[in-house]
């Protein structure tokens, strides 16, 4: 294709150097031509920076404490997360629930496609080649490389995400946390459980 | 069929490393522009658009990180959307090259 960069041959330590040159040639063209302002991208910066798995946490300690929440959470992940004030915008969004018998785990082999809405941006090891390619291949050795061993008998699933549909796991309330608040549940609930490479503990 | 480089699942590879890091500054601001460019009232590029430009890397898709791949993603949308030109581009990048040396 002519309408490619030549970016090809760059010396290897000049690489990072030569995209973040790129990122900043870009930014101040656009702003220049008036696509967006600095303040935009400022703005945009901050909005993302804001946006943490802590949502996640706050759906999954809803859906602990309230049984027809959790049900509507199930059968239309967008809708309940609305509910909450969560934009989830124009995707699926399918919560996948934990049980004695099946544990759930999420991925998207062909990029890195996470439910951002919710999670903030995925961290560093999901876009890895590493996990894209072994989770769903051997997901109970990968899952024990994250320290979380399962009992034998129960099954897991791996649910392979795309650009227009995401997962979320909802894990199951962990034992000792009975009488708990809403806020104190919500706690007990890391990113790597909504993704379900970990299990919610009671501290 | 053959396989794309991006079509790894299921391929054999090492130990996951579960330690993650914080963005560099521009990854962030990268995601930032891609988002605003992505909102409807620009329309100026599409997931799809992003994923393709990222799989056409081929070779170079593993040699560099999933922030550079947006980046360079980025560019491409603009290039072949006639947004920007690769002239310009290369004119800037020179500049800021040289505003740092």
Redesign the interface.
């Known amino acids: 294709m002519n309408d490619r960069l030549n970016d090809g041959g760059q010396p290897e330590e000049d690489t990072r150097g030569y995209y973040k040159r790129m990122q900043s040639a870009v930014e101040e063209l656009l702003i220049l031509k008036g696509v967006f302002t600095r303040e935009d991208v400022d703005r945009t910066v901050a909005e993302i920076e804001a946006r943490d798995y802590r949502r996640g946490a706050v759906v999954v300690a809803r859906a602990w404490v309230d049984a027809a929440y959790r049900a509507r959470l199930l059968q239309n992940g967008r809708a309940a997360c609305e509910e909450l004030g969560l934009k989830v915008g124009p995707l699926h969004l399918i919560v996948v629930e934990n049980t004695d018998s099946v544990h759930n785990v999420i991925v998207c082999t062909l990029c890195s496609c996470y439910p951002r809405m919710l999670l903030g941006l995925p961290p560093e090891w999901y876009k890895s080649g590493e996990y894209r390619s072994r989770v769903v291949r051997e997901p109970r050795k990968v899952l024990e490389e994250f320290g979380t061993t399962l009992p034998v008998d129960v099954r897991i699933r791996v649910h392979d995400s795309s650009a227009d549909m995401r997962y979320l796991v909802l894990p199951m309330r962990p034992a000792g946390t009975e009488g708990w608040s809403e806020e104190r549940l919500a706690e007990v609930v890391t990113r790597d459980c909504l993704v379900g490479t970990a299990l919610p503990k009671a501290a | 069929m053959i396989r794309r480089v991006?079509?790894?699942?299921?391929?054999?590879?090492?130990?996951?490393?579960?330690?993650?890091?914080e963005?560099?500054?521009?990854?962030?601001?990268?995601?930032?522009?891609m988002?605003?460019?992505r909102e409807a009232r620009?329309n100026?590029a599409r997931?799809?658009e992003m994923?393709r430009n990222?799989e056409?890397l081929e070779d170079?898709y593993?040699?560099?990180?999933?922030?550079?791949r947006v980046?360079?993603s980025?560019?491409?949308i603009?290039?072949?959307r006639g947004?920007?030109s690769?002239e310009?581009?290369?004119q800037?990048?020179s500049e800021?090259?040289e505003a740092?040396a």
């Open positions: 991006h079509d790894m699942g299921g391929l054999p590879a090492g130990r996951v490393q579960p330690a993650d890091h963005l560099e500054p521009y990854a962030k601001r990268a995601q930032a522009v988002a605003l460019l620009r100026m997931l799809d994923r990222t056409d170079r593993l040699d560099i990180s999933y922030d550079d980046v360079h980025t560019a491409q603009l290039i072949q947004i920007l690769i310009e581009l290369g800037k990048m800021l090259s740092s």
